[in-house]
């Protein structure tokens, strides 16, 4: 780990269409304050050049592209994430266990400097009626539940959950387990399509290890002031 890295359990969530209203947020953060999040719209519209340029300004960064697909192609781009250097990189657990434990396999080659391995289980803006559409019998926190332990068993290091879910899944995992939490949303914020939301301070409360956090930040009219009084209020 560099010297500068943060603390603070913020990942900021570069969701941009546009290259230069990533670069004047950017431009305002440090890598102290928070790591970055490259999704599927960032890495779809640039490439592992996104991921290469902030990692040259210092910034740990969780390549969130949640793999899902037959165990030799995710372990193979699990791989190819190993190669780029990244902090994080997702899959999905829906994807089993052969899957998961496929991914881990490949990271193996890599030891200490393998980027941490976490698996999506229910997404933060499903609702439980959602789930029954899609055939998954019971509500999202015992879906969450089984997910994350299946997810353990396979040997990766956490998962991403909603914040409403960290009570169970601290309950059922050890303390090392990493459960990374999107949808939060500070007092007063906008939901957007996020519907298992929490605060930030909350979220950590609840057993969050890292906290994802986008428009929140990204689309406030005072992006650093925004992070800064997030920061401030975990104590950062
Ligand atoms: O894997 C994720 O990061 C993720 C999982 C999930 O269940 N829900 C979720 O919102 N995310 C991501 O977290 C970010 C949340 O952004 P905001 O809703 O703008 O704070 C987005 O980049 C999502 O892709």
Same mark, same amino acid.
């Given at each position: 780990m560099s010297s500068k890295t943060p603390l603070? /359990? $913020?990942?900021? &969530?570069? *969701?941009?269409a546009r290259r230069a209203e990533l670069d004047a947020l950017v431009d305002q953060l440090d890598p102290s304050q928070c790591r970055l999040k490259v999704g599927k719209e960032l890495f779809t519209l640039f490439g592992p050049e996104i991921v290469r340029s902030l990692q040259q300004r210092g910034f740990e960064v969780f390549? *969130?592209? +949640?793999?899902?697909d037959i165990p030799n192609t =995710?372990?193979? #781009?699990?791989?190819?994430? &190993?190669?780029? !250097? $990244?902090?994080?990189?997702? $899959?999905?657990? %829906?994807? !089993? @266990? +052969?899957m998961m434990s496929a991914a881990k396999t490949a990271l193996l /080659?890599? !030891? +200490? *400097?393998?980027p941490l391995l976490i698996a999506v289980t229910v997404? =933060? %803006?499903m609702h439980s009626d959602e789930l029954a559409a899609i055939g998954v019998a019971g509500d999202a926190p015992a879906q969450v539940s089984r997910l994350a332990a299946l997810t353990a068993e396979c040997g990766l290091d956490g998962v991403v959950c909603s914040a409403q879910e960290t009570p169970i899944l601290r309950a059922q995992s050890s303390d090392q387990f990493l459960l990374v939490t999107p949808g939060i949303r500070p007092a007063g914020s906008e939901l957007g399509d996020q519907t298992r $939301?929490? =605060? /930030? #301070? *909350?979220?950590?409360a609840?057993? %969050?290890s890292h906290l994802v956090i986008g428009r929140p930040v990204t689309?406030? @009219?005072? /992006?650093? @002031?925004?992070? +800064? @009084?997030i920061n401030q209020s975990l104590g950062y």
């Open positions: 603070s /359990p $913020v990942i900021i &969530a570069l *969701d941009f390549l *969130d592209l +949640k793999f899902h =995710t372990a193979a #781009a699990v791989a190819a994430a &190993a190669e780029l !250097g $990244v902090w994080m990189v997702n $899959v999905h657990a %829906s994807g !089993g @266990a +052969k /080659p890599y !030891g +200490k *400097d393998a997404l =933060t %803006s $939301v929490a =605060t /930030p #301070a *909350d979220a950590m609840m057993g %969050s689309r406030s @009219a005072n /992006p650093l @002031a925004a992070l +800064k @009084a």
